[in-house]
Each structure stands twice: as C-alpha cells, then as structure tokens.
C-alpha cells in the first residue's frame, strides 16, 4: 500500500510539471517571517548534498550521512549504496560529505568519505581517515583513488574536490585541497592543486584557486573562504574575475553553489547573519540567490543581477542546508520541510519561486 501511495504522489508530481503551473504556497504559516527566525535546537535528518548527474538524468544526494542515494528524475526510482558495505572488512565509512558526477560518463562519481582503518588487525585501534573513491553505479567499479603519498588510513581534509570536466578515461584531473597533518605520518602534506589518479601525480600550482563549481561551458565559480571575511562581505570570483553581489546586505556564509544547465544563471544558498550567541551551525539556511551572469556578461552593471527566493516567505519550509541545485535552466532541488518536518526531504522548485513537486518522499 506505502508503494501504491508514492506512486501515485508521483504520477500527481508528473501532471503538475506537464501543466507547469506550480504548487501555490502554504499561505497558513506558524514561522515568524523574518530571517532571524531560529532553527529548533536538535538536528533532523535529511536529504542533501544534492547533485545533477552529467547527462541530466540522475540526481545524487546524501542521506543518513554515508549513504548515497541515485534519483532517476524520469521515473521517480531511488537507489541507494551504502559505501561501507563496499570496503573491505578492516574499515568502514562513517559519513559521505561530497559525491562529483564523472564528466564524460554519467554512471561513475567520485566520493569523498569520512573513513575508519583498522590498520593493525587487531580491531581496536582504528584510525581516522578522509578518503577519495570512485564508484560505478552499475556496481562493477570500486576504486579508491587517495593519493598514495598520504597515509594508508586517508588524509585529514579533501576539500573544494571538483572532477574538471578536461577529464578522459586516460587522464582524470581532479581539482581540489588535500591535507594530512597526522602526527603519526612523517611526510605532512597540505597541497592545493589538480590531482591525476592514473599517474597518481599533482599538477602544481592548480590554476583553478579556490574552485567551488565548474559549469557545462567552462566558467568557474570561486570563493576564498567558507566564512565571508568580514573585512570582504560582498565578493565572489567566476573564472578569476571579481564580482560585487550586493551593496549593503550582510552576509554570514555564501554556501552551496550551482550552474544552470545553460551556464546562464547560478544560485548560492545563502545564510544570513545571526546573533552571536547563536551556535552558527545551528542557524538555518533560508534563502537561495538566483545571479544573472548572462546578463551580467552583456551589460556590465556595478552588481550583478540577482533575485531572492525566501523558502520560510514563500514555501513555509526552512532546511538547515538546502543545497540549491539547478537540474533544469528554470527549475532547481532544495533540501527542506514544514513547521513540523521530522525529516527534510527533496522538493523541486522554480527560479522564480514557484513549489512543483516533491521529489523524494522515504527517509
């Protein structure tokens, strides 16, 4: 019956996109519309990290922190890989915290997980790790792909991994930070540049500073820090050139970033500056920015174009991350719930801030 229920929830998703009119927005609302409305003190469980695959047919997100789900955005199907059911006996993965799409084939990613090595066999002294692997979705690749000058047990931080798409089945560039400083590891390690698995080589210094995303046509997308300096509040950089976003807003963290697929606009989930005696990973991410940079391409303004789309204004629903990502030029998937949500699932949505449909439905 819980099978029939979500295909039919589905179906109703199909028919709303064919008729493009949108879900109108709960207008019953029990959240303070404001944006320093805070986020209840106790995490709740979600989908996130979501990302389009290459072909714009698959959607992949986090849930349960190390596992992988794969939507079909065609059918509704969701699969999951759990990535420590993968490893081998003397380590498992606690937490998955990026996954990047191959560029020339939409069946492999590449995952960045938070590891456990049993690396004496004894099975009590496991070590903590950050490892890179490469997985295929038809279940035939397996392959970790850490760079083998760090430790056995992983490096400390993969950070900014982004999979170029320079990338061949010969040569994958694989641009990001790579870190270990265990003290237990003689050769301490903090490279900032473009790796090749297949060489197991660096490519110094990497050309892409501070890359965050990478669109279907090449631009790059970059930022220098996960915090906005306080003394800097208000710049962003795509393809090394600086970019004024706002004159007089505050902003506390430029998040998650995405291109459309016509590398027209992109969107950053925003979060606004709260309190100081707010836990900053505890203040909820509530708006998304949608930036013209197309236009900004033509016209040449002072700021560039943006419009806001405020999920608690519009939707009645907030996220603790929603991790805007484009999957058509006008549509976008947000990780999010209502006043009551005891878990955040997927939900599409317009650029022009418009509810479509919901997207996954099972925790």
């Known amino acids: ?178 870190s270990s400083t265990n003290k237990n590891y003689i050769g301490n390690k903090i490279i900032k540049g473009i790796y090749v698995p297949q060489s197991d080589e660096f490519i110094l210094p990497n050309p892409y500073h501070a890359l965050i995303r990478e669109s279907k046509v090449g631009y790059h997308y970059s930022y220098d820090d996960y915090y906005t300096p306080t003394e800097f509040p208000n710049k962003i950089y795509i393809n090394d050139n600086e970019i004024s976003i706002f004159e007089k807003e505050k902003i506390l963290r430029l998040t998650y970033a995405s291109w459309s697929p016509n590398s027209k606009l992109f969107a950053l989930t925003i979060a606004h500056k709260r309190p100081d005696s707010i836990d900053l990973n505890k203040q909820g991410f509530q708006e998304i920015w949608i930036f013209d940079y197309e236009k900004y391409l033509n016209e040449k303004p002072e700021l560039i174009p943006y419009k806001k789309i405020n999920l608690i204004e519009q939707f009645c629903m907030y996220g603790y991350g929603i991790y805007a990502e484009f999957i058509t030029d006008s549509t976008l998937v947000v990780s999010m719930g209502g006043p009551k949500a005891d878990f955040f699932y997927l939900y599409e949505i317009t650029t022009d801030g418009k509810l479509v449909r919901q997207l996954t439905f099972e925790p």
């Open 1 to 178: 019956m819980k099978s029939i229920i979500i295909l039919i929830s589905i179906l109703i998703s199909v028919i709303l996109i064919g008729c493009n009119n949108g879900i109108e927005p709960n207008s019953d609302c029990n959240f303070p519309l404001d944006t320093g409305w805070q986020n209840p003190p106790n995490p709740i469980p979600f989908h996130g990290f979501q990302k389009l695959s290459t072909d714009g047919e698959k959607l992949s997100f986090i849930l349960n922190e190390s596992v992988l789900g794969i939507l079909f955005l065609r059918t509704g199907k969701v699969i999951h890989i759990n990535i420590s059911d993968k490893l081998p006996q003397n380590m498992y993965c606690t937490a998955i915290y990026n996954a990047e799409w191959c560029p020339y084939n939409s069946n492999r990613l590449l995952i960045s997980a938070v590891t456990y090595t049993d690396t004496v066999g004894d099975g009590k002294n496991w070590i903590w790790g950050v490892n890179l692997y490469i997985i295929s979705l038809d279940g035939n690749e397996f392959n970790k792909i850490t760079p083998l000058q760090f430790p056995k047990s992983g490096g400390d931080l993969f950070s900014n991994i982004i999979w170029l798409k320079e990338s061949s089945t010969n040569n994958d560039f694989i641009s990001g930070f790579f």
